[in-house]
């Protein structure tokens, strides 16, 4: 059973309007997820590759997200009003649940993916997330992610702004995983690094990557 709470409303930049997303948005979501994830490190291009049976992937992982509900996961899609509605951001939140369980399973990988490396990040994630928080309930920023052509807009502040007031006012922590790119934006809103663990591959393909978990205690300063 999840925590309840009284929903905060986000509260968008003017021509923006967000929204809880529905399944006609799932491959909206998940080009959003290619402009802005596997442009921003070279692991993602081993992690999540632009062909069709990740998309397909991907597309279940968003849709199983919104048909959970929202007492398991929010997702969120941001609208430019001035695109006739266009999608060009969204946000995914995990509940938290009274007795601190948060997995959510995931699709079934892709058979072409480097096994290796997709256990490394999502069970990495998830392990990672467990030794931190334990079994104590928590909000999960999952993703927040804007497509290429909207990034230097600010959309992601509102967004974590949501999360941040919703954990205000049920007095529990944020919990996410970061990039070392990222790190920086989450830290200025007050997030603390807590741990973190690198993905390791051959210089040749990506180097390394490292995902730092990051927590915010409340209460927070509101964006």
Excluded: C
């Amino acid at each position: 059973m999840h925590v309840q709470y009284a929903e905060q409303p986000h509260k968008p930049p003017p021509g923006f309007r967000i929204r809880d997303a529905t399944l006609e948005d799932v491959e909206g979501i998940t080009n959003i997820w290619y402009e802005s994830f596997n442009p921003s490190h070279k692991f993602f291009e081993i992690a999540t590759p632009d062909d069709t049976p990740t998309r397909e992937w991907l597309n279940k992982l968003f849709a199983s997200g919104i048909t959970a509900g929202p007492g398991v996961i929010r997702t969120f899609v941001v609208e430019d009003l001035s695109q006739g509605n266009k999608i060009v951001a969204f946000s995914r939140w995990v509940v938290p649940q009274l007795d601190g369980n948060q997995d959510v399973p995931l699709p079934a990988f892709p058979p072409h993916w480097d096994p290796a490396v997709s256990e490394a990040l999502w069970g990495g994630m998830a392990r990672q997330r467990t030794k931190v928080m334990g079994t104590r309930p928590h909000w999960v920023a999952e993703f927040i992610a804007v497509a290429s052509a909207a990034q230097g807009k600010g959309l992601p502040l509102p967004l974590l702004d949501w999360g941040i007031r919703q954990a205000n006012a049920t007095g529990l922590e944020v919990y996410g995983d970061a990039s070392m790119r990222g790190l920086p934006v989450w830290k200025h809103y007050g997030f603390k690094e807590n741990g973190s663990f690198q993905i390791q591959s051959s210089p040749e393909r990506f180097g390394t990557y490292e995902i730092v978990a990051i927590i915010l205690t409340p209460p927070a300063v509101k964006l």
